[in-house]
């Protein structure tokens, strides 16, 4: 079996930056063993499979529509283009004020006596958002060591599936200004760091729009690869997504 694969670095300009994907076309349905088997080959948390709906589609045939929707386990995913990039449509989960005391253990394996300013939960995602203090910098968090091997046996009820550490970004007037720095860390799901989150995108885009008094932000998720997103809150509850892309490999799985 010959399948057509690809790998795209999201959320970039530049090849090896970014969040890199496995994209697999499929003419067939796969059996889900052979799923894993494809994406353990590649080596790589996101590997997608693309099938067509219907059997008289072609992957061939070029495509005018300026946006996709995908039909995934989750629901529809609809990924628009532009000149400048690739948006993607996505709902905004909120993120609600967290006790401190019932997830200290947790925050103190992951990152020992770093200070906390505030910290927030997010139920739909299970994604616990801790934002460092003020008083610290971008290189700071980019060069914070932080503990995952152990944060499984310290978190061990479900509640808590990813972990956000996130920083108010520098002020305006800067060449490159953000208004926030984030990383994410999910060694609940095998990812002991992910480069760039589209997900946890969606709970810090609700959490700094509320804090920043601001619909349009700007963030760079500061892990070793780095990325960049652009996002904007719409009025129907869902956020907009948008980063470059690099398409860094094609060819054929052989399968």
């Given at each position: 079996?010959?399948?057509?694969?690809?790998?795209?670095?999201?959320?970039?300009?530049?090849?090896?930056?970014?969040?890199?994907?496995?994209?697999?076309?499929?003419?067939?349905?796969?059996?889900?063993?052979?799923?894993?088997?494809?994406?353990?080959?590649?080596n790589l948390?996101?590997?997608?499979?693309?099938?067509?709906?219907?059997?008289?589609?072609?992957?061939?045939?070029?495509?005018?529509?300026?946006?996709?929707?995908?039909?995934?386990?989750?629901?529809?995913?609809?990924?628009?283009?532009?000149?400048?990039?690739?948006?993607?449509?996505?709902?905004?989960?909120?993120?609600?004020?967290?006790?401190?005391?019932?997830?200290?253990?947790?925050?103190?394996?992951?990152?020992?006596d770093t200070?906390?300013?505030?910290?927030?939960?997010?139920?739909?995602?299970?994604?616990?958002?801790?934002?460092?203090?003020?008083?610290?910098?971008?290189?700071?968090?980019?060069?914070?060591?932080?503990?995952?091997?152990?944060?499984?046996?310290?978190?061990?009820?479900?509640?808590?599936?990813?972990?956000?550490?996130?920083?108010?970004?520098?002020?305006?007037?800067?060449?490159?200004?953000?208004?926030?720095?984030?990383?994410?860390?999910?060694?609940?799901?095998?990812?002991?760091?992910?480069?760039?989150?589209?997900?946890?995108?969606?709970?810090?885009?609700?959490?700094?729009?509320?804090?920043?008094?601001?619909?349009?932000?700007?963030?760079?998720?500061?892990?070793?690869?780095?990325?960049?997103?652009?996002?904007?809150?719409?009025?129907?509850?869902?956020?907009?997504?948008k980063g470059?892309?690099?398409?860094?490999?094609?060819?054929?799985?052989?399968?």
């Amino acid at each position: 079996m010959k399948l057509p694969i690809f790998i795209a670095d999201a959320f970039t300009t530049k090849a090896f930056r970014g969040n890199p994907a496995a994209v697999c076309l499929l003419e067939n349905k796969l059996d889900e063993d052979l799923h894993q088997k494809i994406a353990k080959e590649m080596n790589l948390s996101e590997t997608a499979f693309i099938r067509k709906l219907h059997p008289n589609d072609n992957f061939t045939q070029k495509n005018v529509n300026s946006t996709l929707t995908f039909v995934t386990m989750s629901g529809e995913l609809k990924a628009r283009k532009e000149e400048d990039g690739i948006v993607l449509d996505l709902p905004l989960y909120p993120a609600h004020p967290q006790k401190l005391h019932e997830v200290k253990d947790l925050i103190k394996t992951a990152i020992g006596d770093t200070l906390v300013q505030d910290v927030c939960y997010s139920p739909d995602t299970k994604k616990l958002l801790v934002r460092l203090s003020d008083t610290y910098n971008r290189s700071f968090l980019e060069s914070l060591t932080v503990n995952t091997e152990n944060l499984l046996q310290v978190e061990t009820t479900g509640k808590v599936k990813g972990l956000i550490l996130t920083l108010k970004g520098e002020p305006g007037g800067q060449t490159q200004a953000f208004d926030f720095y984030s990383r994410y860390f999910a060694p609940w799901y095998g990812v002991a760091e992910d480069p760039v989150t589209g997900s946890a995108h969606t709970v810090l885009s609700s959490y700094w729009s509320e804090q920043l008094g601001k619909k349009d932000l700007h963030a760079f998720q500061c892990s070793n690869r780095g990325g960049e997103l652009i996002i904007s809150l719409r009025s129907d509850g869902r956020v907009d997504i948008k980063g470059g892309t690099a398409l860094v490999l094609e060819g054929t799985l052989m399968a």
